[in-house]
């Protein structure tokens, strides 16, 4: 049911760390357009031993949660129902609470990217490179299924994680081969790279960018733009930021807890561009 502008509903983004969240400043401006005045979202710092007594004291006022690291897989068995798109990952980042109390997780980052792609143009590609094969690159496998055509490689520092990535190829159906990070400058040919490491990790790579680059997604969005995403940008060359992913998956967030569709996308942008800015 579509929430009225005067219910006092409650949500929030919870992990640890928290403090950096952007989380609040996007839902804040989408309430705001929508003219959701009754409602209020916070951020909580929370860890998976903390997880199970804050579910337990909220109070039928709570609409939903966003949840960050470490809490994606931590809050799986503390839901009643999980999304098939959360199951492919083992990942729910996101939190709806019914009129009946139950609990149903969710997992938008993967159509966030695949919407942050499709904004920029990018609807379907035949081969894509993945850099890195922490938690985000399963989540980048996951939309890869639903845009690739062909052979997916994961560029990653050890054999633990590379077979690791490969086991989750097989799960999600997607053709994964492996590569060393080493050879991690042949990635930037491809047709779409996804980058999902830490910051600072493929500043290196910058100066292999070749002349004329095809599409860069880099999951970071800050400090943006990263060294790989503005020589990208210099040569002309598609880039995909992290604050595009983050404000596609917190449209689709608003949408699953307020009941509200379309959440007011360029409105949430432009909150968490002048955030970004101010800090």
């Known amino acids: 049911m ?14 640890k760390p928290i403090a950096h969240s952007l989380s609040p400043v996007l839902h804040r401006a989408a309430y705001e357009e929508l003219g ?8 909580f710092e929370v860890d998976e031993a903390g997880l199970p007594g804050f579910l337990r004291e909220l109070g039928p006022e709570w609409a939903g949660l966003s949840l960050t690291m470490p809490l994606k897989r931590a809050v799986i068995p503390l839901l009643d129902e999980i999304s098939e798109t959360a199951s492919s990952v083992d990942a729910v980042n996101t939190v709806v609470f019914t009129e009946d109390g139950r609990r149903l997780g969710d997992n938008t980052d993967i159509p966030g990217m695949v919407a942050a792609l499709r904004e920029h143009g990018i609807e379907q590609v035949g081969s894509a490179a993945i850099l890195g094969a922490g938690a985000t690159a399963s989540s980048a496998l996951a939309a890869l299924s639903r845009i690739c055509t062909g052979e997916v ?63 860069l997604f880099d ?17 002309g060359g598609a880039v995909v930021s992290g604050l595009d992913l983050l404000v596609h998956q917190a449209v689709l967030q608003v949408e699953r807890m307020t009941g509200r569709s379309p959440a007011p996308l360029d409105a949430m942008r432009r909150a968490g561009e002048q955030a970004l800015a101010a800090r």
Request: proline content about 7%; charged content about 25%; overall charge neutral.
């Open 2 to 15: 579509p929430a009225r502008a005067t219910d006092a509903r409650r949500a929030a983004v919870l992990g």
């Open 36 to 43: 959701l005045t009754g409602w209020s979202y916070d951020r």
């Open 153 to 215: 490689v994961a560029y990653v520092r050890s054999e633990a994680r590379a077979a690791e990535m490969r086991r989750w190829g097989e799960r999600l159906d997607v053709d994964v081969r492996t590569a060393d990070w080493a050879d991690a400058a042949q990635a930037l040919r491809a047709p779409l790279v996804i980058a999902t490491t830490p910051a600072g990790s493929t500043d290196a790579l910058a100066a292999a960018v070749p002349e004329r680059p095809a599409a």
């Open 219 to 235: 999951v970071l969005y800050e400090p943006w733009p990263t060294e790989l995403a503005a020589r990208w940008s210099m040569f």
